[in-house]
């Protein structure tokens, strides 16, 4: 089992964009997450949503291994995969979809386990 925590006060705070397409960004991140720490008996998820300016950061954190040095270059590299049964697109989508609405995703660095930021445009 997987404990999800979603914490901030915006998370009802109409973004710029189509909210399909939107969904699937934070999809792609959450069930990243999720993925990275399956059959940890600590799993954890920690979704957080804070303003910054005109925009929201979304930033989606796990703890579990980390990633992995040697791909760090390709994260968002379409077809490139640190999961043995990965295909390499849920990352290359996600920040796709956030450019086409003004956003981005970044990979943050340091600490344990993984963090991913979607910076959204707020409507």
Not at 25 to 43: K, P, S
Not at 66 to 81: H, K, N, V
Not at 104 to 117: E, K, N, Q
């Amino acid at each position: 089992m997987v404990r999800v925590d979603i914490t901030g006060e915006l998370l009802a705070t109409p973004l710029a964009g189509d909210r399909t397409r939107l969904e699937q960004v934070v999809i792609n991140l959450v069930q990243n997450a999720i993925e990275a720490v399956e059959g940890r008996r600590d799993a954890r998820v920690t979704v957080t949503a804070a303003q910054v300016g005109e925009t929201i950061a979304l930033s989606v954190a796990d703890n579990g291994p980390g990633l992995d040095p040697a791909i760090a270059g390709t994260l968002f590299t379409p077809f490139a995969s640190g999961k043995p049964e990965g295909l390499g697109l849920g990352l290359a989508i996600a920040r796709d979809i956030a450019r086409e609405f003004g956003g981005d995703i970044a990979h943050v660095a340091g600490g344990s386990g993984a963090t991913f930021v979607a910076t959204l445009r707020t409507a």
